[in-house]
């Protein structure tokens, strides 16, 4: 066959192996000889098949060994196929195996996976759970409208009038400098008992609700104090829910206001740097308070925007961002003179979080610069919003425009895009302190059916930013009934500990008039929601029968995923929702882009699809066939799918009937549970159980012997008919210590295990037994005792013959010990049953091979010798040998390699302790030609689940970034001092210095909080599989004085490939280095500008309100209205004339006056 002659600095990376000869040489030099400069390549040469070259490489006479032949290896591989299969047909017992569970056909039935059915009853239950938190949502909904309704406002209301929980009060109480604290607050604050539940993973009380209020909110406003008195009695309500559905967890309703109130009461989870939440920036709270959104972000860069009003709309954008969710859509410019993206993105994107995190990056790279020219930023807006040929929401439609303020009105431009419909409207900041006439923001906005909002100081950003959304909620409660429709959220991470939560949500209205015949009101009440642990939501699907590579999921209308067996968040952002789409959960290709598509579409389907999976512990990729089903979430957005090999079409199901109807006493009497105990380990082999929720009353432990010592302790007093346990979990079990048990007393007893230099020989079966043989090889045993998370377990079953997994190395990890332990390398295989034309596989089996021992053995096997004991051929000086693995392993390699690249053995002594290792880090030259010539071929895909260390924190400052630092000039010019007193007298400095990190994305946090320790992050992961070639293989590599003859062929029926190749004389090549271990992606995985060009299907809510010709929009805006004490403000006047923070800060960088 012709074989490319790939070279140095081709289009593949590194060096590049040729079926040519050295050009303009006869015999080969022997060991340990320098070869010769190369020269150019003979003309007859290139015309001469690979295999017929290799003769010419020795010359007869020549006193050399020469490179094996082609059939030479073959008989090699041959050899080593052979002693593999003998060794895993005497100790495996795959045979011995199937004969066991024949012999003992009347203790188990074999029951049928029928995708369709198993899948809609899932469906169903799902379906059910969610529709009893919907009855629950609408009744705390329609209660909370008619208990505003009933209320009277007053305006007298005073703090001590107000009796309530509050959720912070404990946290503040310990804190000396808390703002209630300072103030002496008159809040009369229960004081309440709590009760430890697991249902909540928190304390409780079931007799009240909890308040939160945001800490840049005054408890004490006249706002406040009413919503708290209304809000009170929804509290008998959350209470009655919970006694009609017991299974209730978190009940939540979100004001407008900013109160939360939550049942059960629990102490507020108080984080150790300042406390953030507020629930109106929730993502549950964004998506249930209006419709999905285009919105377009322009901001005013004129040079007139500089120093810290140019950080206040950096920072208003990026708080603007994050009260966008996955429905949105969004673009951010700047303009001044002319308007321009601010980020690579053209046109409008999905506000998902890896987009807003591109936006905010961008952001903070604006400069201030030109003249300001509103048409330029108004006309690039619109015509953003006016592209049809793009993905978006196609609702509520807004232009967001940040200013220092202007005079020009741009009545044109509104005139031509905008005018008479009003279609898109128009929200007005402006932003910092300066003495331009606010009108014209003002006029926009009124014009336009928006808002004119002011924010002169920090404090300002985070209520002005998110109050737009009361704007966007009128024609939500205009609509009324129609409006009032539960949406299902995104996946999150729960504020108060629940771990992953959806929620559902349902908008509460304003259903006052002001007066008789008055319109009726038009503003949002706030939002209510009720959790759902996505753990419930587990429980309702399959747990074991589908099999150790079967599995259900579910994914919304963007594709996300709600269930997937690989969502697994490393690290959760309270503020963010936890999006891992279905095509990023698992590897993607054209057949689950199908799948996923009409999954979206709400469609019922089957397919049988061969794709690629990824093994448990990541390193390897398997090629399988997959039988997807998939149904519909009736009254949801879900869709939800099931995954099945065809070999998990059918599992058994224990029937241990006869024996429980004999046994009345404990489970721990049945025939076989004798094998379960630890006194019968020393002759029947150690056994680990999988750690499965056997009984409800089972103690879970990490530690397996523990966990075992609990489940027997427990089985004593348990029956086998008891209500409290799984039948099906702890039948099987039982059955397949019985079956694992005849094993040992089969194959394993009477066997030597020396004699083949086997560490261990074991079987794991599908009931959660592990049984390892002899008792002693269970100290060094490290696989998962739940034989489905174990990754030998999962590959063995989707591939044939036999898979060798060598220890897991990482490279920056020192190398195996040897001299002083044994290292073992694992070898399983699946047991496939065929029982009345049924085929399933429900155990497998393996042994462990002494790493040193078989390393020795392989030599033997990959040389001219026929068994260890026979002397070693020599090579007088005028014979010619070919050289062998074991006698010139000074100048040949010879290796076995897995299907993921990994090292398995070597006839190199002291490449044993790299054993596990991929093999670029042996011999990169090699590996990389092994890749040219499609031994192998790489996958790359990305974990968006990571987590990763923070960058170490800059020390280039002493002052806090984002509190202004006056110079001696300053302190020296009246001037300056005037205007610093006057700019004070409009700022919430308290705001300020609380949170000045808001100004830069890489804010310090506290000291030993999660977030300083890691943080979320992507990254990129290479795994490599076997390719398209199966035959015997020859090649140079021809790189320089570097050229190597190498052969390579895989043996049959196992995962191992054969190499045997000369020693390099030098690195010249290796700067080619293939590269599997995971690497941070800095840019957050692919280039995200190029991933929004062919952004993946979706489809947003199906209704939208964003347009009532009732809607009164008379009300459009308003200066900032945070009225301090006078005490805070002289002293926090103080404060800023001295440059002196309150607290200790991190040092980073000083922000200087421009």
Not at 6 to 23: F, V
Not at 948 to 967: D, I, K
Request: hydrophobic share 35%; aromatic share 10%; proline share 6%.
């Amino acid at each position: 066959m012709a074989v490319p002659a790939w070279t140095c600095g081709a289009s593949r990376p590194g060096p590049a192996p040729t079926a040519l000869p050295w050009p303009g040489r006869g015999p080969r030099p022997g060991p340990g000889a320098r070869r010769p400069p190369s020269g150019p390549p003979r003309p007859l040469s290139l015309l001469l098949p690979p295999l017929l070259l290799l003769p010419l490489l020795a010359a007869p006479g020549a006193s050399a060994y020469s490179f094996p032949q082609q059939h030479t290896m073959q008989h090699w591989a041959r050899r080593l196929e052979q002693e593999i299969d003998g060794v895993m047909r005497i100790f495996g017992g795959v045979q011995q195996l199937r004969e066991i569970y024949k012999d003992n056909r009347n203790l188990f039935e074999v029951q049928e996976n029928e995708p369709q059915k198993l899948v809609e009853k899932v469906a169903g239950d799902i379906e059910s759970l969610l529709d009893r938190k919907v009855r629950a949502l609408k009744r705390l909904a329609d209660a909370a409208e008619n208990f505003q309704k009933a209320h009277r406002w007053q305006d007298n209301i005073k703090e001590e009038d107000i009796l309530y929980y509050d959720a912070k009060a404990d946290a503040e109480l310990d804190d000396p400098e808390s703002e209630d604290v300072e103030r002496g607050s008159k809040v009369s604050t229960l004081r309440l008992d709590f009760v430890e539940d697991s249902n909540f993973k928190n304390k409780v009380n079931y007799s009240y609700t909890a308040v939160q209020i945001p800490t840049d909110i005054y408890k004490g406003s006249t706002v406040i104090l009413n919503e708290l008195n209304w809000t009170e009695a929804l509290e008998n309500v959350f209470i009655e829910n919970r006694r009609q559905d017991p299974t209730l967890l978190w009940q939540v309703f979100g004001s407008a206001t900013g109160v939360t109130r939550y049942y059960p009461a629990t102490p507020w989870r108080a984080p150790k740097k300042i406390d953030l939440y507020d629930v109106r920036r929730r993502p549950w709270y964004i998506q249930g308070a209006s419709s999905p959104k285009d919105m377009v972000i322009i901001v005013d860069v004129s040079g007139s925007v500089s120093g810290l009003t140019l950080k206040l709309m950096k920072t208003s954008v990026c708080e603007m961002l994050d009260t966008l969710s996955d429905d949105d859509y969004v673009n951010v410019a700047s303009f001044n003179e002319k308007a321009q993206p601010v980020s690579c993105f053209t046109h409008l994107v999905q506000a998902n979080v890896r987009n807003k995190k591109v936006f905010k990056e961008a952001v903070q790279g604006m400069v201030a610069k030109g003249t300001t020219g509103y048409k330029a930023g108004f006309e690039y807006a619109f015509d953003q919003l006016q592209n049809s040929n793009i993905t978006r929401a196609n609702c509520n439609k807004m232009i967001m425009m940040f200013t220092d303020g202007g005079e020009d009105r741009v009545q044109d431009v509104f005139e031509k895009y905008n005018w008479p419909n009003r279609t898109v409207r128009v929200f007005t900041f402006s932003v910092g302190q300066h003495n331009y006439d606010v009108t014209p923001l003002q006029w926009m906005a009124c014009a336009n059916k928006g808002y004119y909002f002011e924010i002169p100081s920090i404090g300002a950003i985070r209520i002005n930013t998110q109050e737009y959304l009361d704007v966007l909620g009128r024609p939500m409660v205009l609509a009324g009934k129609e409006a009032k429709q539960v949406q299902w959220t995104n996946v999150y991470e729960d504020a108060l500990g629940l771990g992953l939560v959806v929620t559902g949500t349902l908008p509460v209205f304003n259903l006052t008039q002001d007066g008789p015949g008055e319109k009726k009101n038009q503003l949002i009440l706030g939002v209510m929601g009720i959790d759902v642990a996505l753990n419930d939501i587990k429980r309702l699907t399959p747990n074991y029968t589908l099999g150790a590579n079967g599995y259900v999921f579910a994914i919304d209308l963007n594709g996300y995923v709600l269930l997937h067996p690989n969502l697994k968040p490393q690290t959760t952002n309270f503020r963010e929702p936890v999006t891992l789409d279905f095509l990023d959960a698992e590897l993607e290709d054209e057949n689950k882009e199908e799948i996923r598509r009409s999954m979206i579409d709400g469609n019922k389907g089957h397919k049988q699809i061969r794709t690629l999976v990824k093994s448990l512990d990541e390193r390897y990729v398997d090629e399988v066939v997959r039988n997807y089903t998939w149904v519909p979430i009736r009254s949801t957005n879900y869709s939800l799918g099931l995954v099945l090999p065809p070999y998990s079409t059918f599992y058994l199901q224990a029937n241990l009937s006869d024996q429980i109807l004999q046994v009345k006493l404990p489970i721990s009497k049945l025939k076989d549970f004798e094998f379960l105990l630890p006194s019968s380990f020393e002759s029947e082999g150690h056994v680990f159980i999988a750690p499965r929720e056997y009984c409800k009353d089972l103690n879970a432990s990490d530690n397996n012997t523990e966990f075992l010592k609990n489940f027997i302790e427990l089985m004593e007093k348990v029956t086998p008919d008891s209500k409290q346990c799984n039948n099906f979990l702890l039948h099987n079990l039982i059955l397949d210590t019985g079956i694992t048990q005849q094993l040992v007393e089969r194959v394993w007893r009477d066997q030597d295990l020396n004699t083949y230099s086997l560490l261990a020989v074991f079987a794991a079966t599908d009931g959660g037994i592990t049984r390892v043989f002899p008792n002693k090889a269970a100290e060094d045993w490290t696989e998962n005792p739940e034989p489905f998370n174990a990754s030998f377990y999962r590959r063995s079953l989707d591939n044939y013959g036999y898979i060798f997994k060598p220890p897991h190395q990482d490279a920056l990890l020192r190398p195996l010990e040897l001299e002083n332990d044994t290292v073992g390398i694992l070898v399983s295989t699946a047991v496939e049953l065929s029982l009345g034309g049924r085929t399933l596989r429900p155990a497998v089996v393996g042994v462990k091979l002494d790493l040193e021992a078989w390393a020795e053995k392989f030599k033997v096997l990959a040389s001219n010798r026929t068994h260890q004991d026979q002397p070693q051929k020599q090579c007088g000086p005028s014979s010619h040998c070919e050289m062998d693995c074991e006698v010139n392993n000074e100048d040949l390699l010879c290796v076995l390699i897995d299907d993921g690249g990994f090292l398995v053995l070597s006839n190199q002594n002291h490449q044993w302790d790299q054993v596990g290792r991929f093999f670029s880090e042996v011999d990169a030259n090699l590996m990389l030609a092994l890749y040219n010539n499609s031994f192998y071929t790489r996958k790359e895909s990305y974990d968006y689940q990571a987590a990763c260390a923070p960058q170490p924190p800059g020390n280039l400052g002493a002052a806090p970034r984002g509190v202004f630092v006056p110079t001696i000039a300053d302190f020296l010019n009246l001037a300056w001092w005037t205007s610093a007193a006057a700019w004070s007298l409009f700022q919430q400095l308290l705001y300020g210095l609380i949170y000045h990190s808001w100004f830069q994305a890489d804010s310090a946090e506290a000291e030993g909080s999660p977030e300083a320790r890691e943080s979320s992050c992507v990254m990129k992961q290479t795994q490599y599989y076997f390719g398209s070639v199966n035959a015997s293989y020859n090649a140079i590599i021809d790189c320089g004085n570097c050229s190597r003859l190498f052969h390579a062929q895989r043996l049959t029926n196992t995962n191992l490939l054969f190499v045997v190749a000369e020693k390099p004389l030098c690195s010249q090549c290796e700067a080619g280095r293939l590269l599997q271990k995971e690497t941070h992606c800095p840019a957050d995985g692919p280039e995200q500008c190029e991933l929004v060009q062919r952004p993946r299907y979706r489809r947003g809510p199906h209704i939208c309100f964003d347009y009532n010709a009732t809607e009164d929009t008379s009300d459009c805006g308003r200066g900032a209205s945070f009225p301090p004490s006078l005490g805070v403000l002289v002293s926090l006047q103080l404060l800023l004339l001295l440059g002196l923070p309150p607290r200790p800060q991190p040092q980073v960088h000083a922000s200087r006056r421009l």
